[in-house]
């Protein structure tokens, strides 16, 4: 059996000869088919093994990539219209590593249209489903990186994080969801969201995996002037110290047991009280966790702080899509019509909506308001967190007031009563800050995530902790085994 | 009559190996997209990565021309679209330009004039454009080249005080070595502000935009005809429209575009280039190698110098042959002769042999030894040039020259008499002896003594001759 | 609420266009966001804030060296813009001047 096989037994069948790389891609490569009408993981399912022998945890290893990173010689669509038909022609430095490490790309996965979106609906070649129940969804934008993972196509998938883009849907689709520190891993050849939101992250099954993953990704880049210098550290092997007195923290208004005892929703009080017990589970393992409390008008202006800034860099990182140097041509006789009609049949509807909210942001008589003011309570939110960063190692909390939405339960959870349970993980796009989501309880047998989020460069630290989050919760390794199929 | 005010936005792309974001190369050639990064086409997925040696000569140019400096570096982005900019958006500086209130003294018609710079900022240069009948064709060599853009306040009156302050600003370029400022290659171009108010006006006429001019006496004929047209206008009452206006080849200018409303580029610090100081170790380093630069030397070569205007105008031109001419001087060679000998046989040398000073195989020590001998008669200066003419063809040092061969026979009567004169001087009581005792052998003394002086160069019949003359001389003014 | 022809001309700045319904959203999301954006004013003593453009201050940053590195081939260059003569991109005749 391959399927739902993680990169550490993968890792001992492979050397001790038991299966071999090929093997491993034709049952991905099997999987991805079987699964992809219902489902949709993939924009591009790769069908011709490609790959070298390296020396590296992960050579040989079957994984997913996002469709918004640079491969060169292989589509690349970010899910719009305006880039269907785009063939790179260099590789991003994350591409670049994994093949260098000797892993092997089944697919390019669907994402909310230029990752702009949080619900996996909104990609040009249609929805992406939650392998837990098909009628959910898996969350975006890296819907189709947490479904292949989730249904265990491959062991592990790279997406990208500017708000919760990996570690949402890492929390619907049972993963774990981890995204370094800005600059960890570098950017260059993701196609830029909002450049100073934007992380490349990544999904696996269990919290080593994701330091198995990291370690091959990380390090200081040429092609990226934001790269961290190289740590020295490997995380593998600091994942299983002790955790004995490590501090961690939860925000009452977030998640203290009575913030929501008014609120009709069976879902999200389960969701309170599971957190509530694994807390009380991780005191007796030797974790010191306490509440604090910090000014709501500040959480709640999370959500719309983290929509001005990324529209705004959104509006400009992809002024780029004009047709003219790459993309579909538009019809018409000056540049400017060709331009205008090649956007303008390039974009969906709310792609636009978003554009033209950012640009707003950023016109002259609105920027010291808007964009300049969404600037100031970033720093108000990430200077609040670093003062509660000096007395604790890491904040902890729910990723979601329950399991992923239905598909027709449109607009419910942007509701004010949600609005900082469903947002909050934007703190960690905000400063920068190493974030993890893994799964801690099951409610209604779907999964629902917990999020652990540490001190900038701390990487290993966020992932010794997570690893024992685990432990507690003993829920390692699940993936939906949803479908008829024996690979 | 009208009081000008003229501000201009000149572009000068620094001389880099690499782009200003990428690195690509930065060099002009006639191949067409050969020197591109994925940075510089705007591929998705692109970051720049800002150039080290661009940064520093931006500032070093800023610090040249009396700018405030920042305490970091940090880009923006100016967000518009057009054929040439492939990413939707320029990197410049916006927050924090690598200079700020700066100045340029400039000498217009043998007055100085200050003229005010508001900001000095560094950004990239755009992709060329090829234009035919029925398309036009991008080429994105030039694209994410190093542009230094140094803008003035309207604080210029005149076309010709336009045209000079660039001339100066070019030489500062030069100077600095940070460019070569060919603005036939477009490597330094302008965009020219100008309006016109009444003497009692307050507030400033209409403005006029003309961009992209390259040629300097294009820019002169640009605001003449500005000026002409304006000043018909407002004479006969009408307004003058705000607009964007090209010279053509007829030296007219004429209307591209009406002004509507402002654009909004939207500017917004640019997210994917980490903030670096500007610390005080670079700001003195960059100080040390500050060089003086032509209006100052100008001004110091005619007033502490007492040099003529126009031999000052001739070597403080260039900086490489004012730092020769001023390197000569520090041996201590006679200033005159000094100022002579650079500014006609050295240069008309370069000018023949078409190198650069640098290039010459007389160096500064070399000349001044040279000139020394001059100076202390012992070399005629028609000597002392084909000296130095022998020097570079036999490619030896000119006192090597002399010292093997002599220095050949000195006939010139004048050199030959200064001499003489320095002799006698010296030697009062042979000549007294001559001329109260009517001592002959004086004549013979002096002739042996001349030889001896001039390192047996001098012509012995002249000298005779010459002494002979000088001695009855001395006799006759005795009486 | 703000006027349906100022966000079409945003949109066309933008250099897009929308369907007449699609501005109807718009006007009703803009009227909802911007009330929500009203929360970011709402913060006490924010003017005193610097903002922040990155998330944190990067201390190892440093310039590139300028060296020439990577850069494409002439046909990697083209190869994605479709149109081309003389290895150039070939587009409609451009009038005017850029910035």
């Known amino acids: 059996m391959y399927r739902g096989k993680n990169i550490q037994e993968l890792r001992e069948e492979l050397d001790k000869k038991e299966t071999i790389p090929e093997e491993l891609f034709d049952k991905a490569n099997r999987l991805a088919h079987y699964f992809q009408d219902d489902y949709n993981s993939f924009v591009t399912i790769i069908d011709k093994f490609k790959y070298k022998d390296r020396d590296s945890k992960l050579n040989g290893i079957p994984y997913a990539l996002k469709d918004n990173f640079s491969t060169s010689g292989i589509l690349t669509t970010a899910s719009s219209n305006i880039l269907k038909d785009y063939v790179p022609v260099y590789d991003a430095t994350v591409f670049k590593k994994l093949k260098s490490a000797g892993a092997v790309l089944v697919g390019k996965t669907v994402l909310d249209e230029l990752a702009m979106g949080g619900t996996g609906t909104t990609g040009h070649t249609g929805i992406v489903r939650n392998p837990w129940d098909k009628e959910r969804m898996i969350g975006g934008s890296s819907a189709g990186s947490a479904s292949a993972v989730a249904l265990g196509i491959v062991p592990f998938s790279i997406g990208s994080d500017t708000g919760d883009s990996v570690r949402k849907p890492a929390s619907h689709g049972g993963l774990v969801g981890f995204k370094p520190t800005y600059g960890r891993i570098s950017r260059y050849g993701l196609f830029a969201f909002a450049s100073s939101l934007d992380h490349v992250a990544m999904f696996t099954r269990n919290v080593m995996d994701c330091a198995i993953v990291t370690d091959v990704l990380k390090g200081k880049d040429i092609n990226d002037m934001t790269t961290l210098n190289d740590d020295g550290k490997c995380y593998v092997d600091l994942v299983d110290k002790d955790i004995k007195g490590k501090k961690l923290f939860y925000i009452k208004e977030i998640c203290g047991k009575d913030t929501y005892k008014d609120v009709d929703d069976k879902e999200l009080r389960e969701t309170i009280t599971k957190f509530h017990e694994m807390l009380d589970k991780l005191r007796e393992e030797g974790f010191i966790i ?65 554009f033209i909210l950012g640009s707003y942001i950023l016109q002259r008589e609105n920027q010291e308001k808007l964009f300049l003011n969404a600037g100031r309570v970033r720093r108000m939110i990430v200077d609040k967190m670093n003062e509660f960063f000096k007395e604790y190692d890491g904040m902890i909390a729910p990723c979601s007031g329950g399991p992923a939405s239905k ?3 449109t607009s419910e959870k942007l509701s004010d009563r949600y609005l900082i349970l469903e947002n909050h993980l934007a703190i960690g796009n905000f400063g920068g800050f190493p974030s993890i989501t893994l799964p801690f309880a099951m409610i209604n047998d779907l999964p629902v995530g917990v999020n652990i989020t540490g001190r900038v460069r701390e990487d290993d630290l966020v992932l010794n902790m997570a690893n024992y989050v685990e432990k507690v919760t003993g829920l390692k390794d699940i993936y939906s085994k949803v479908g008829d199929i024996d690979v | ?172 370029f030069l100077y600095l070595g940070v460019s070569e400022a060919k603005s036939n290659y477009g490597q330094m171009r302008c965009d020219v502000n100008i309006s016109l108010m009444k003497d009692t006006d307050t507030e400033l006429g209409t403005k006029v935009e003309m961009k992209n001019i390259n040629a300097f006496n294009n820019v002169r004929a640009a605001i003449e005809y500005e000026i002409k047209r304006q000043s018909e206008l407002l004479d006969k009452g009408e307004k003058v429209i705000q607009e964007t206006r090209r010279i053509a080849e007829d030296g007219k200018t004429y209307s591209m575009r009406e002004k509507v409303d402002a654009v909004d580029y939207k500017y917004f610090v640019e997210p994917n280039i980490p903030s670096t100081p500007v610390t005080n170790e670079l700001i003195s380093e960059l100080k040390s190698e500050l060089p003086m630069l032509k209006g100052d030397r100008y001004l110091r070569y005619i ?66 030894d040279v000139i020394k001998l001059v100076s202390e008669n012992k070399l005629s200066m028609d000597a002392a040039k084909k000296l130095l003419y022998e020097a570079i063809d036999k490619k030896t040092d000119p006192i090597e020259l ?61 000298s005779r001759e010459l002494i002979s003359k000088e001695l009855e001389r001395r006799k006759e003014n005795a009486k | 609420m703000i006027a349906k022809e100022k966000l079409k001309d945003y949109a066309n700045k933008l250099m897009f266009d929308m369907k007449d319904e699609e501005y109807t959203t718009l006007q009703e999301e803009f009227d909802i966001i911007l009330k929500q954006m009203d929360l970011i004013g709402n913060i006490p003593n924010i003017s005193s804030v610097d903002p922040m453009t990155f998330p944190f201050k990067l201390e190892e940053a440093s310039l590139r060296e300028d060296e020439v590195g990577d850069y494409l081939t002439v046909s990697e260059v083209l190869e994605n813009s479709h149109h081309q003569v003389n290895d150039q991109v070939k587009v409609p005749k451009v009038v005017g001047e850029g910035e």
């Open chain 2, 402 to 462: 002399v010292k093997k061969e002599g220095m050949g026979q000195i006939n010139d009567e004048d050199t030959l008499l200064k001499l003489i004169q320095s002799i006698m001087d010296e030697n009062l009581e042979v000549v007294r002896q001559y001329v109260e005792d009517g001592n002959m052998s004086a004549v013979n003394f002096f002739v042996g003594q001349t030889m001896k002086k001039s390192n047996r160069q001098a012509n012995p019949n002249i």
């Open chain 2, 1 to 172: 009559m009208y009081k000008v005010v003229i501000g201009l936005e000149v572009h000068c792309e620094l001389e880099t190996k690499s782009k200003n974001f990428s690195s690509a190369p930065n060099e002009f050639t006639e191949a067409h997209n050969i020197n591109v990064a994925t940075v510089d086409l705007g591929l998705p997925g692109i970051l720049p990565i800002a150039n080290k040696e661009a940064v520093r000569k931006a500032l070093y140019t800023s610090m040249a021309l009396h700018c405030d400096l920042p305490d970091e570096i940090i880009f923006d982005r100016k967000n518009y679209y057009y054929a040439d900019l492939p990413k939707g958006y320029q990197i410049t500086q916006n927050t924090k330009p690598v200079g700020l209130n700066g100045y340029l003294d400039v000498i217009v018609n043998g007055k100085v004039k200050r003229v005010t710079l508001h900001d000095i900022h560094l950004e990239e240069d755009t992709a060329s454009l090829e234009h035919y009948p029925k398309y036009s064709l991008i080429d994105y060599n030039r694209s994410g080249v190093p542009l230094l853009e140094i803008v003035t306040n309207p604080c210029i009156e005149s076309a010709d005080e336009a045209v000079a302050y660039l001339e100066d600003l070019r030489d500062v």
């Open chain 2, 303 to 368: 007033e502490e110098f007492k040099i003529s205007e126009y031999d000052a105008g001739v070597l403080s031109k260039t900086r490489s042959i004012a730092d020769y001419f001023e390197e000569v001087l520090s041996y201590g060679a006679d200033l005159n002769l000094s100022v002579n000998f650079v500014t006609t046989s050295i240069l008309s040398t370069l000018n023949k042999l078409e190198i650069s000073i640098d290039e010459l195989f007389i160096t500064p020590k070399m000349l001044s």
């Open chain 1, 290 to 354: 306490e509440e604090v409390s910090m000014d709501k008008a500040l959480l709640e202006a999370i959500y719309p702080t983290y929509m001005c800034i990324s529209c705004a860099e959104a509006t400009s990182n992809n002024s780029n899509l004009t047709g003219i140097q790459f993309g579909p041509r538009g019809e018409g006789n000056s540049v400017e019509e060709i331009m205008f009609d090649a956007r303008t049949k390039g974009f969906s509807e709310l792609i636009k909506r978003r």
């Open chain 1, 407 to 409: 598909f027709d339960s």
